[in-house]
RNA sequence: GGGCCCGUGGCGCAGAAUGGACAGCGCACCGGCCUUCUAAGUCGGGGGUCGCGGGUUCGAAUCCCGCCGGGCCCGCCA
């Protein structure tokens, strides 16, 4: 790792320097969007205007001309200054020295540009994916892995120590469906020729089982044993369910590894009873007067949790968390879970090697046999990536952590609406829409989209596409290219818009590889490759360069702002800032292409402009690494 | 009934943390640009009462209140 980048915050710096000895003491300052008012805009002149009873206009021209003294005794990065009508103060920088600054930082910093330490000496913990072990996952699934993943790089590469968790949630319902459908219905544990395991208990198991439960009530009773049976785990159908769930996570990893992701420790929820957790969370929990044991009523038997010190929850009545029964609901064992993440029990979980990540580092799962020294240990944050309907539950695991003594600011719920299937796509699959715009996806009743049937659609459109291209290239690296490009059209897919917002998931519509895609950021940096490969030269200094055409400007602006992206994004837990800056970024070099010739230049603009798109590269590649969409050289 | 989220050109979105400079972009549509580093690109054109109504402000897509439309959550399920 090189240097750190410095380039933009010392501009910033500067800037608020100059500003402070100018007599402001707490200068507003922000990146103009438009590049034609400057590099670094003031706006402290507004709110000045009324404390001082004049106008804007007025402020500001006092302020720029003090300025102004300022900074001719300086020398520093910012050129000039100038008021601008209603009472902006624009800054602009010396564009040749501020160049020759940027790609050297740049240059210098390689992959490291644009990391921060923000994080340094904080260790977080970030699960996703958590999909049940009975199925293969759909494209609401992937947008959380592609979040999920993308938020573990984010905070990796702004210098958190990261650690990435799946939960395994092995037990229960859509379990007890699966052992139900092998163990009495005649379902075979062998999925058939050519399918994969997680495609068969999903596809075949999961919706066909739950189809005979709508048929056959009496097949319910016998379900509702298997649950508990399951809880056993001395039972058959413990061991059962054991097999299933590893085979099933098994394919699953293949899709998420598909996509990009990695993970550290996998945590079976059976085993957050098995080792104790819930247990000791549970006496705390009763010593804090933090539950209560209902004696009448709806709820007799139960033991619930006090939410009536929480100003919304309170509204809707406290949580069961050990069942009449005497078993204990997933919450209870969500917030033991939680519990755990944060550090404050100390029981802790045992685990075993389960396997390896594309890249070689181990995956972890836990076991009460578990031969493997692990310890999380104590972590500053816990960040659930977890889909909206969950926010009620994912509200108390908050709320009852704050019960037990925690910070309940550590535990963050990363929350993203669903994907679903436009009316177009169900029709496709055979359903009646009515007039709805959408339709959600639903797994026990088949209705969703498989990724790795959307990867291979895509895949399969981007293989022609490229053959006819390449003529000249074999199957083979048609075929890497393609899955690349199709991965990153839809993983950008993914992380580009509003965590927020419902994603109306249509085929048509993911085949699309032109404009603001996964893609378009590719090409881009793949036409840049094209470039240094053709270029003899290797090393050249960095050498100023006096007429700089508005495009290479804009490039360089587009560079320089990757660092304060970063952090944005970090802070405000927004991927969008992110994917949107990838895209102007490609912009701007596509433009800078377009117009600025490089290989047929005079040696000094050939040798400057090779330096600036060598730093696009590091930036644009940087930036993908963290989003997710895969680099391709040539495409 | 209570709580949360969304509503920006025909369609899909950005802009919303810190209110500010003409509301940007993609798709689709129309018209240009490949003997020059990959045209998966690029340039130009038409197209918008920023859901509606109030309020705060010198200034609101952005903040506050009310309403309308759409979605989600409120189980001794997970």
Redesign the pocket.
Known sequence: MGKRSLTVKKLLAELTEILREAGLPDPKL?I???PE?GEA?C?SA??LA?KLRKS?MEVAQDLASKAKSLLEKRKGLVKSIEV?E?G?I?FRVDWPSYAVRIIEDVLNSAEAYGASDMGKGRRILVEHTSV?PNKALHVGHARNVCLGSALARLYEFAGFDVIVANYI?D????MADIILGIKHLGYSKEPPEGMRFDEYCGDRIYVGVNRLLEQKPELSEKKRLLIKEIEDRSSESFRLSREVALMVLKEQLKTCWRLGASYDIMNR?SDVVAFGLWEEVFSRLKQKNACYLATSG?????WMLDLSGHK?LS??GDE?LV???GTT???ARDIAYAAWKLGIVEKDFKYKLFGKNPDQSDILITDVDGDVDFKVGRVDATIAVVD??????QEIVRYALGLLGADPSRYVHFAY?VVSLSAKEAERMGLKVSDAEFV?MKGREGIYVKVDSVIDSIKEK?IS??AQ?HPDWNPKKVEQ?AES?AVGALVYALVK??A?????FDREEAL?????TG??LQ?SY??AC??LE?AQTKQVKVVRRENLEKQEIDLLREVSLFPLVVE?SV??MLL??LA?YAYGLA?AF??F??S?????EDEETMNFRLNLVKAYLITMGNCLRVLGVPIVQ??
Do not use: W
């Open positions: 922000e103009p969007k438009s008012h805009s706006t507004f709110e009324k804007p601008v209603p902006f624009n049940n949630d037990s229960g319902s859509q929820e709806p709820k007799a038997g139960c919304k509204k809707e069961v069942k009449s029964d609901t997933y919450v909206v309907r969950q926010r009620r539950p609406e959600h981007v596409e490229t291209r290219v490009v818009g509003d927020d917002k419902i994603i109306i699309k590889i032109e404009g603001d893609p378009y090409y793949a036409r094209r470039i053709k944005e802070k405000l969008k800032k949107n912009s596509n433009n292409y377009e600025c010739p490089v290989l047929t040539e495409m």
